[in-house]
């Protein structure tokens, strides 16, 4: 199979210091991707141990001590060590594992790699079980390649990170059409988990399609006319219900956004907001709608605590610029993909959105402020391939831009000319079983793995072989994570703002 290649994503240097080979496990069958997740970590683990964590304990069959391999902060380097495999004709035993060694602390971390795939990721703590530094490695048994990144606190990533960087300079994990969780039509379902869950672990865009009644013949901007029932927004996906068991309603939803962040006051949530469904309500009325009720931003006669303006207005940045990081810190960001009404239209609402381009490879919408690959007409099982590709060279052009060092001091002046770029690995044909969301993520999202492993922010790699700037990977729009508790696509995608902290 050739030598192990290691990559370190993280930015601390880390030096191989030991290989031992551990004598092959039983095979057990795997299916997809074949990856391994290794989390190096200081903290004690209070869950119940898995083979793989027993492997740690398994006396080698052969040891080999290595010297003088540092791999540097984002950096590769293919080593001596040959990469763990089957039990091959040689007999070679088919798991290692290995020691890193980090020099400036003398900590030392251990790893066990099977060549096998295995099903679940794991926790492992520094040998000293001294500090809280925790990394996060994916192995590629098809390419014999290792990627290290740091390991964030999903639940709280963005406290790393300082408050003058502009959120389009962040990567950020986010979800399609986040609410889908639930028993629905086919290829109405997106998510595997709720919104909760996915804020739990890292998601910080989510996109939020919502059903307009229709108004009142005399409502107006201040919906004195306006009852809650006429601004209770449905979730939809389309012209679908998102759930058969009840309608789903935006208010509760940013109920639990709210709650998650009054616990994670370092975070900030981007929320996309897009009128579907069958209301007979226009994009006007639901701008009206969302400025009284939901922003804060018109004074409404209902005193209940969630239209409270005071509150509202709090919760939410809806500027029309892209903020900090500090600014937007404790609040939802609006994204909006809907057209304003006139009295509103003045002074702006939100990030626009409202010109997206439909099913595209590569568009910008009006405002230049959103750079968009949303490709999502994959009509047969053949053009998910292209839908690849496509997401492959957004992720391409985002490693490309770079926020300015000097706006690092001076506030957002240089950041605010960065866009974001929204690459949605999302696709489906309703028609198409084999097309429908859930089989489409099962090849995208190991395929973008291996991509932010491999290729991402490397020069030279990847398609049309770009320049690489700060190396972000931009907004990473997902179905299906957190599938039977497998959250790699999401911890690679927070883990390349690592790249960042080198311009702290």
């Known amino acids: 199979m050739g030598n192990l290649t290691i990559r370190n994503l993280s930015i601390t240097p880390l030096e191989l210091e030991q290989v031992e080979r551990i004598a092959p496990p039983v095979p057990k069958p795997a299916n997809g991707f074949a990856k391994i997740t290794r989390r190096f970590t200081g903290q004690k683990h209070n869950g119940t141990p898995t083979a793989s964590t027993v492997a740690i304990n398994t006396p080698p069959s052969s040891k080999q001590d290595i010297t003088e391999v540092v791999v540097t902060p984002f950096s590769e380097t293919v080593s001596s060590i040959p990469a763990p495999g089957g039990s091959g004709g040689d007999g070679s035993p088919s798991e290692i594992r290995i020691t890193f060694h980090e020099p400036d602390t003398d900590r030392r971390y251990t790893a066990s790699i099977p060549g096998v795939p295995s099903p679940r990721s794991i926790v492992m703590k520094s040998d000293s079980g001294a500090g809280?530094?925790?990394?996060?490695?994916?192995?590629?048994?098809?390419?014999a390649f290792l990627a290290i990144f740091s390991s964030a606190h999903l639940h709280a990533w963005m406290a790393e990170l300082p408050e003058h960087f502009p959120l389009s300079c962040l990567s950020i994990p986010g979800t399609h059409n986040s609410p889908t969780c639930h028993v629905a039509l086919p290829s109405v379902r997106c998510q595997a988990v709720g919104v909760r869950e996915?804020?739990?672990?890292?998601?910080?865009?989510?996109?939020?399609?919502?059903?307009?009644?229709?108004?009142p013949s005399t409502a107006n901007l201040s919906c004195t006319n306006c009852s809650s029932?006429?601004?209770?927004?449905?979730?939809?996906h389309s012209a679908f219900p998102i759930s058969l068991s009840g309608t789903k309603y935006l208010h509760d939803l940013l109920a639990e956004v709210y709650d998650f962040l009054d616990a994670n006051p370092s975070e900030t949530i981007l929320v996309s907001l897009k009128r579907e469904g069958t209301g007979k309500g226009t994009d006007q009325h639901l701008s009206q709608c969302l400025a009284t009720r939901y922003f804060g931003l018109v004074t409404s006669p209902d005193n209940t605590d969630m239209n409270n303006a005071a509150d509202a207005k709090k919760r939410w940045y809806t500027d029309p610029r892209i903020p900090t990081l500090g600014e937007?810190?404790?609040?939802?960001?609006l994204v909006r993909r809907f057209h304003l009404h006139e009295s509103l239209s003045s002074g702006g609402l939100g990030i626009d959105g409202s010109s997206w381009p439909d099913n595209c490879a590569d568009g910008t919408c009006g405002s230049g402020q959103i750079r968009i690959q949303?490709?999502?007409?994959?009509?047969?099982?053949?053009?998910?391939?292209?839908?690849?590709?496509?997401?492959?060279?957004?992720?391409?052009?985002?490693?490309?831009?770079?926020?300015?060092?000097?706006a690092t001091t001076t506030g957002n002046a240089e950041g605010s000319s960065l866009p974001f770029f929204i690459n949605f690995l999302s696709g489906s044909n309703f028609f198409n079983a084999s097309c429908w969301p859930e089989k489409i993520a099962a090849k995208i999202n190991p395929a973008i793995i291996e991509h932010l492993c491999v290729d991402h922010g490397a020069p030279d790699k990847g398609p049309g072989q770009l320049t690489v700037g700060d190396a972000g990977t931009g907004i990473v729009v997902t179905d299906w994570v957190g599938n039977n508790g497998d959250w790699d696509l999401i911890r690679c995608i927070v883990g390349w703002n690592a790249r960042l902290q080198l311009k702290q």
Do not use: H, M, W
């Not at 029932?229 to 939809?236: E, H, M, P, Q, Y």
């Open 198 to 215: 996915q804020l739990d672990n890292g998601v910080r865009f989510l996109d939020i399609r919502v059903s307009c009644p229709s108004p």
């Open 374 to 406: 949303d490709y999502y007409e994959v009509g047969q099982s053949n053009d998910i391939a292209t839908k690849i590709t496509y997401a492959q060279e957004t992720l391409s052009r985002a490693a490309q831009q770079e926020f300015a060092a000097s």
């Open 328 to 333: 937007a810190r404790g609040r939802c960001v």
């Open 229 to 236: 029932a006429d601004t209770n927004l449905a979730l939809v």
């Open 132 to 143: 809280d530094k925790e990394f996060t490695l994916i192995y590629l048994p098809s390419r």
